[in-house]
């Protein structure tokens, strides 16, 4: 069967310290990928999907970007944390039409 | 570009009284997905309706999509306080992306 990992599970770092944020699956070949962000109490924001080793797509122009090393690898990073990146950060995975997520990263900055 | 509304924001309901939250986008959609947040949790798959009209339950929970494929409604029957969560519809078009809504928050009093 397919899972996904995050790690860390949370995470506090001072503003404009850097930010690496990664996200394995499991069981599967040639997944897409997606990073959301959600903040708190609030709807998931789309900020990256991926469809293969390489391939980026950015859906908010922001201090963040995305890499995928690995078929089964996808990094979210920051050279600068901004006190607005604070937020439960998502993983998740395309099977047919559904998304499956991971348990999440959640960060704050201070 | 695609928008998904949501409403109501935020739910609170006695025990044993039903609960709808309602889901509306700005263009016409490929399916829609539903999607439950516990607490602290991350969002985990309940449904995807595909047909225009379509109707489908899981036990207390019945979910529709509009005729025109552009709105969607999540009722529960008799909640219970396990119902508590954060229920998200997610709208697709033909890209990768599903577009999600910002959230209907339930909270359930014993």
């Known amino acids: 069967s397919q899972t996904i990992h995050q790690w860390p599970a949370t995470l506090v770092q001072p503003v404009g310290s850097p930010l690496s944020l990664e996200c394995t699956v499991e069981g599967t070949s040639n997944p897409n990928l997606y990073w959301y962000r959600q903040a708190a109490g609030r709807g998931l924001q789309l900020l990256f999907y991926?469809?293969?080793?390489?391939?980026i797509s950015s859906e908010v122009p922001q201090n963040l970007s995305a890499s995928r090393p690995q078929d089964r690898q996808f990094i979210l990073s920051s050279k600068k944390l901004l006190l607005s990146d604070s937020g439960f950060y998502l993983c998740?995975?395309?099977?047919?039409?559904?998304?499956?997520f991971g348990p999440g990263t959640r960060l704050l900055v201070l | 570009g695609q928008q998904v509304m949501q409403i109501p924001q935020y739910q609170h309901v006695q025990e044993g009284e039903d609960f709808t939250t309602y889901c509306n986008s700005s263009?016409?959609?490929?399916?829609i997905q539903w999607y439950k947040q516990r607490p602290g949790g991350h969002p985990v798959f309940l449904i995807q309706l595909v047909k225009s009209g379509e109707v489908k339950k899981q036990k207390r929970l019945t979910f529709q999509f509009g005729e025109a494929k552009k709105n969607s409604s999540l009722h529960i029957t008799a909640t219970q306080t396990t119902d508590v969560g954060t229920y998200f519809c997610?709208?697709?078009?033909?890209?990768?992306?599903?577009?999600f809504g910002s959230g209907t928050r339930l909270l359930v009093r014993p």
């Open positions: 998740a995975w395309r099977q047919g039409e559904t998304q499956y």
């Open positions: 263009t016409t959609l490929s399916n």
């Open positions: 997610a709208g697709k078009d033909s890209s990768y992306k599903l577009i």
């Open positions: 991926s469809v293969g080793i390489g391939q």
